[in-house]
Nanobody, 122 residues
Framework: QVQLVESGGGLVQPGGSLRLSCAAS????????MGWYRQVPGKERELVAT???????NYADSVKGRFTISRDNAKNTVYLQMNSLKSEDTAVYYC????????????????WGQGTQVTVSS
């Protein structure tokens, strides 16, 4: 089993920046796609950015040009650099990973972090 732990959230003024990190821990696993989602109260969870392993990242239109996703496979960690933050970016941000056991051929399963709060306000 794998656990995902996010860090780096907090309170920031409009136009500011934050860098989120998500580290995967456990034994006997490989990570395929990783990404970030966000959710506000009363709304569906929405995709922010994804990083397919070995492919170019994808971004929601609302964050293109402002957010950058990256990953360090040696550390099993994915990052989200958020610049030019807006009040509309306020949400709980969740880390996602598609996880495969090295001992099985059953394929990947979805794993989620506990979430980290990002609040953009003056």
């Amino acid at each position: 089993q794998v656990q995902l732990v996010e860090s780096g959230g907090g309170l920031v003024q409009p136009g500011g920046s934050l860098r989120l990190s998500c580290a995967a821990s456990g034994v006997g696993f490989r990570l395929n796609a990783m990404g970030w989602y966000r959710q506000v109260p009363g709304k569906e969870r929405e995709l922010v950015a994804t990083s397919p392993n070995g492919a170019s990242p994808n971004y929601a239109d609302s964050v293109k040009g402002r957010f950058t996703i990256s990953r360090d496979n040696a550390k099993n960690t994915v990052y989200l650099q958020m610049n030019s933050l807006k009040s509309e970016d306020t949400a709980v941000y969740y880390c996602y990973a598609a996880v495969r056991s090295v001992y099985s051929i059953t394929g990947s399963y979805d794993q989620w972090g506990q979430g980290t709060q990002v609040t953009v306000s003056s």
